[in-house]
């Protein structure tokens, strides 16, 4: 009998197989699981060089996996202005006063993180930026990376006056005379964007390795990269022939729009680009589609059109980011080639889109292994959650949304109306209707933590007003849906749940330990837990 490296027992074992097992303790070899059961069985595979961890009831369980992040962007804001801990616009300027003192050598002040709820309308002004910083140009990016606010120097430097029309993919926020107000909606912010100094590869390696230390101490093992480029490849790739790579990951290549199917031999290319080194931690088969923008700008696609705020109809039906014949011709080219679509679609006009591009592609090739999935999934038709389960295309959640917070309430149900406001965020319908669904942060866009994640999606209660009433709490997931989902369900989508997503005999061993047995009456709120242990493989890369 061959010895283990490392035995946990005392554990409260959630192995997510979806059958009952009677297991309080887990051994792990040469990076593998082997053997998940009763303590005094799995410890007899303890010997004298074995690691042992007793815990005292504790959680243990698969590694989570985000199934739709942006980590070196996150990695890379770290060392950027960062207002995403901020809440008002008063704070904001003091951060952005004291970032640009404190850089008096950085040519453009450039950020993320501003609230659409700390302005009038979700829209800042440049005049507020130009008080702060007249000479250099500023630009930041919003919470959920859908807006710019700049000032008056960056648009100078951009060309972008009263007479720029708005690009078809974007809008220019324009004060009473026309002239640009200060905020850049969606393609429009490449505008000014495209201006800022790129990073160079000694920063997206550091903003790699912040981001894979930061979301290892929240327990995740893998992540899906859910935008990437040629320098982020490149980046990954070296982390991979540097042995710096300890997170599993996926890559979602970036769709350009306005590119047509030209650029698939371009992402075909970086597919099959080898890295230095054996490994399966790294792939960039995934393709990710903007289908359209969001509902608190008015540009997710609807099928009806928004109200004004004051319950009139308005014309805006939002804006579909890709051509619907392009969509549909790109995704079943990608799909016959072995590629998955990620696709984001917010409003149920753009996941209308995605689900009748995914239909297309199975009318034409045939059910392949693709595991197309859907993020954001905000506002769904009815009449569309039993087409999830029906085309195979997984629900991929960002949880942490479906509350009734201020952006719900200022923003969201003034837009919508009473009808599709109770359409917002259907999780648990989707479970009902037989659909997949994985889970995901969208870090930066909000807390890339999985456990406050896990928390919302089964409470539908906002994190920081733990005391108000659900939002729409027939969409309420069980505590083993929503563990399920972070753990197997976004390793399906990964294409890793053969090695991962559950805890087995002969899968790897990615595991975290919490502070506390979720199960236990007096746990508390689950985003209260804590992770104090990850194992990537077997090897110790957070513990706390
Ligand atoms: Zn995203």
Wanted: hydrophobic share 45%.
């Amino acid at each position: 009998m061959e010895l283990a490296d490392l035995v946990i027992s005392g554990a409260t074992v959630e192995t997510m197989t979806g059958r009952p097992t009677r297991a309080d303790a887990v051994a792990v070899r040469g990076g593998r699981i082997v053997a998940v059961g009763e303590r005094r069985d799995v410890e007899a595979l303890a010997g004298p060089a074995t690691r042992t961890i007793a815990l005292g009831g504790e959680t243990l369980l698969p590694g989570f996996q985000d199934a739709h992040v942006h980590p070196i962007h996150g990695g890379l804001s770290a060392t950027q202005c960062a207002l995403h801990d901020l809440d008002d616009a008063r704070a904001y300027a003091k951060r952005i006063a004291a970032y640009a003192a404190a850089h008096p050598d950085r040519e453009w002040i450039s950020g993320s993180g501003w609230a659409m709820w700390a302005f009038p309308g979700g829209n800042p002004g440049r005049a507020a930026l130009d008080a702060i910083v007249p000479d250099r140009p500023v630009v930041l990016a919003s919470r959920d990376g859908h807006s710019a606010w700049v000032n008056s120097r960056a648009l100078e430097l951009a060309g972008i006056t009263a007479a720029t029309p708005d690009p078809v993919d974007g809008r220019i926020e324009r004060d009473a005379n026309g002239e640009p107000a200060g905020t850049l909606h969606e393609g429009a912010a490449n505008l000014v964007e495209v201006l800022i100094p790129t990073p160079t590869a000694g920063d997206l390696d550091a903003a790699l390795a912040e981001a894979q230390r930061h979301l290892h101490s929240l327990g995740i093992t893998a992540w899906q990269d859910a935008w990437v480029r040629a320098a982020e490849l490149a980046a990954y790739r070296r982390a991979v022939a540097e042995e710096r790579l300890t997170m599993r990951v996926v890559a979602a290549q970036l769709w350009e729009n306005g590119r047509g199917l030209e650029q698939i031999a371009g992402l075909l290319h970086e597919r099959e680009t080898p890295v230095a080194a054996p490994t399966d931690r790294f792939r960039a088969d995934s393709v990710k589609f903007f289908v359209d923008g969001i509902i608190e700008n008015g540009t997710a696609l609807m099928t009806e059109p928004y109200l004004d705020g004051d319950s009139n109809p308005t014309t805006n039906l939002g804006i579909p980011m890709v051509p619907p014949n392009e969509l549909r011709a790109a995704v079943s080219e990608l799909d016959r080639l072995g590629f998955q679509c990620h696709f984001h679609a917010i409003g149920d006009g753009g996941i209308r889109l995605a689900l009748d591009a995914i239909e297309g592609a199975l009318a034409a090739n045939g059910r392949t292994d693709g595991r197309h999935h859907i993020a954001h999934i905000e506002l769904i038709h009815p009449a569309d959650i039993r087409r999830f389960a029906a085309i195979g295309a997984t629900a991929n959640m960002q949880p942490l949304w479906a509350a009734h917070d201020d952006q719900m309430r200022d923003l969201r149900i003034p837009v919508l109306g009473p009808l599709r406001t109770a359409w917002q965020y259907p999780f648990g319908s989707l479970l009902r209707s037989g659909a997949r669904l994985a889970g995901g942060s969208d870090w930066t866009v909000s807390s890339p933590n999985p456990l406050l994640e896990m928390e919302v999606a089964v409470t539908r209660v906002d994190t920081d007003a733990r005391d108000s009433p659900p939002f729409l709490p027939d969409e309420r997931l069980s505590l083993d849906a929503a563990l399920a989902a972070f753990t197997i369900g976004s390793a399906y989508v990964n294409h890793l749940d053969q090695l991962t997503g559950t805890l087995e005999v002969g899968k790897a061993a990615d595991m975290v330990v919490l502070d506390r047995n979720l199960r236990s009456p007096d746990a508390g709120p689950i985003g209260d837990a804590r992770v104090v242990l990850t194992l990537a493989a077997g090897t110790e890369v957070f513990s706390g």
